[in-house]
T-cell receptor, first 113, second 114 residues
Framework: DADVTQTPRNRITKTGKRIMLECSQT?????MYWYRQDPGLGLRLIYY???????NKGEISDGYSVSRQAQAKFSLSLESAIPNQTALYFC????????????FGPGTRLTVL | AQSVTQPDIHITVSEGASLELRCNYS??????LFWYVQSPGQGLQLLLK??????LVQGIKGFEAEFKRSQSSFNLRKPSVHWSDAAEYFC????????????FGAGTQVVVTP
């Protein structure tokens, strides 16, 4: 089984709808991250969490919110989706050091019409 | 703030030929440097990383990268590419007090021709 899973893998929604993307990990890591990938822009950090009680905004947090329900679960919500939030979203986890590898989920492709 | 530049958006290489992907960073101190690969429809996988020590780093799948402080570069190389190396490659930089946050480059798409 994959160490980092994301659901759903694909989602098409309409402008104004609330959307939740979920991430689960079995690696036992404390740190979890949400990124979005856009062509030509690489990956940009939306939110990150170092434990259940520690959540921080990343580079592009506007329009997004997160919830860390447990060490293993980190959800990303779009309260009112807009078309420019159409992107590929990745969850990642890492252990406790800045040099540690980040392990990525398979991604969620979100389309907002 | 640190930044990462991958000058080549797209590279086409013949199978069996050598490959070099460029990465330049902007950061005052010694950064932590990573190369990730994204195969079609997949998440990102770490190829190699550098944070101290020997400036030539060996990674998985036959890749290596060299940290050159004087040029602020961390270029990725492979002597002989295989068709399975067709993917998008991302350079990323972290810093000592960044708590694991990474700044990613825009990526280089590699196409392998027969």
């Amino acid at each position: 089984d994959a160490d980092v899973t994301q659901t759903p893998r694909n989602r098409i929604t309409k402008t104004g709808k609330r959307i939740m993307l979920e991430c689960s990990q079995t690696k036992g890591h404390d740190r979890m991250y949400w990124y979005r990938q856009d062509p030509g822009l690489g990956l940009r950090l939306i939110y990150y969490s170092f434990d259940v009680k520690d959540i921080n905004k990343g580079e592009i947090s506007d329009g997004y919110s997160v919830s860390r329900q447990a060490q293993a679960k980190f959800s990303l919500s779009l309260e009112s989706a807009i078309p420019n939030q159409t992107a590929l979203y990745f969850c990642a986890t890492s252990a406790g050091s800045s040099t540690d590898t980040q392990y990525f989920g398979p991604g969620t492709r979100l389309t907002v019409l | 703030a640190q930044s990462v530049t991958q000058p080549d958006i797209h590279i086409t290489v013949s199978e069996g030929a050598s490959l070099e992907l460029r990465c330049n960073y902007s950061y005052g101190a010694t950064p932590y440097l990573f190369w990730y690969v994204q195969s079609p429809g997949q998440g990102l996988q770490l190829l190699l990383k550098y944070f101290s020590g020997d400036t030539l780093v060996q990674g998985i799948k036959g890749f290596e990268a060299e940290f050159k402080r004087s040029q602020s570069s961390f270029n990725l190389r492979k002597p002989s590419v295989h068709w399975s190396d067709a993917a998008e490659y991302f350079c990323a930089v972290g810093e000592t007090d960044s708590w694991g946050k990474l700044q990613f480059g825009a990526g280089t798409q590699v196409v392998v021709t027969p």
